[in-house]
Protein backbone atom coordinates (compact mmCIF):
# COMPACT_ATOMS: atom_id res chain seq x y z
CA UNK A 1 0.00 0.00 0.00
CA UNK A 2 2.99 2.34 0.98
CA UNK A 3 4.23 2.21 -2.68
CA UNK A 4 0.51 3.13 -4.04
CA UNK A 5 0.40 6.11 -1.47
CA UNK A 6 3.90 7.13 -3.28
CA UNK A 7 2.62 6.63 -6.79
CA UNK A 8 -0.28 8.66 -5.61
CA UNK A 9 1.38 11.69 -4.02
CA UNK A 10 3.39 12.15 -6.56
CA UNK A 11 0.42 13.23 -8.61
CA UNK A 12 -1.53 15.49 -6.42
CA UNK A 13 0.47 15.95 -3.00
CA UNK A 14 -1.94 17.95 -1.49
CA UNK A 15 -4.78 15.20 -1.01
CA UNK A 16 -4.95 12.50 1.75
CA UNK A 17 -4.94 9.41 -0.15
CA UNK A 18 -5.76 7.57 3.14
CA UNK A 19 -8.98 9.32 4.15
CA UNK A 20 -10.21 10.54 0.23
CA UNK A 21 -12.81 8.05 -0.80
CA UNK A 22 -14.51 9.93 -3.86
CA UNK A 23 -10.76 10.47 -6.32
CA UNK A 24 -13.59 10.21 -9.23
CA UNK A 25 -16.63 11.24 -8.30
CA UNK A 26 -14.98 14.69 -6.73
CA UNK A 27 -13.09 14.84 -10.00
CA UNK A 28 -9.82 15.13 -8.05
CA UNK A 29 -8.27 12.69 -10.67
CA UNK A 30 -9.08 13.33 -13.86
CA UNK A 31 -8.17 11.28 -17.42
CA UNK A 32 -4.70 11.89 -17.82
CA UNK A 33 -4.26 11.40 -13.73
CA UNK A 34 -5.58 7.94 -14.58
CA UNK A 35 -3.55 6.79 -17.84
CA UNK A 36 -0.35 7.93 -15.57
CA UNK A 37 -1.70 5.44 -12.82
CA UNK A 38 -2.38 2.99 -14.36
CA UNK A 39 0.78 2.64 -16.52
CA UNK A 40 2.75 3.47 -12.97
CA UNK A 41 1.06 0.97 -11.21
CA UNK A 42 1.51 -1.37 -14.49
CA UNK A 43 5.11 -1.16 -14.02
CA UNK A 44 5.55 -1.11 -9.93
CA UNK A 45 3.29 -4.20 -9.07
CA UNK A 46 3.50 -5.79 -12.47
CA UNK A 47 0.25 -6.15 -13.14
CA UNK A 48 -2.13 -5.34 -16.32
CA UNK A 49 -4.69 -3.22 -15.82
CA UNK A 50 -7.63 -3.66 -18.73
CA UNK A 51 -10.31 -1.81 -20.04
CA UNK A 52 -12.94 -3.47 -17.98
CA UNK A 53 -10.91 -2.47 -14.77
CA UNK A 54 -11.29 1.00 -15.50
CA UNK A 55 -14.33 1.95 -13.58
CA UNK A 56 -14.60 4.44 -10.66
CA UNK A 57 -15.61 2.05 -8.22
CA UNK A 58 -11.43 0.84 -8.33
CA UNK A 59 -10.15 4.39 -8.37
CA UNK A 60 -12.26 6.23 -6.00
CA UNK A 61 -10.35 5.56 -3.29
CA UNK A 62 -6.41 4.21 -2.81
CA UNK A 63 -8.44 1.08 -0.70
CA UNK A 64 -9.86 0.58 -3.76
CA UNK A 65 -6.97 0.83 -5.85
CA UNK A 66 -4.75 -1.29 -3.42
CA UNK A 67 -7.68 -3.89 -3.39
CA UNK A 68 -7.74 -3.59 -7.85
CA UNK A 69 -4.25 -4.38 -7.78
CA UNK A 70 -4.32 -7.33 -5.29
CA UNK A 71 -6.96 -9.53 -7.00
CA UNK A 72 -4.75 -8.53 -10.73
CA UNK A 73 -1.58 -10.23 -8.48
CA UNK A 74 -3.65 -13.24 -7.29
CA UNK A 75 -4.78 -13.62 -10.98
CA UNK A 76 -1.63 -13.63 -12.35
Do not use: C, W
Not at 31 to 41: G, M, P, R, T, Y
Request: net charge negative; glycine share 2%; aromatic share 6%.
Amino acid sequence: MEELLEILGELHPDVDYEVEEALIDDKILDSFDIVSLIAEINDTFDVAITAKDIVPENFNSAKALYALIQRLEEEA
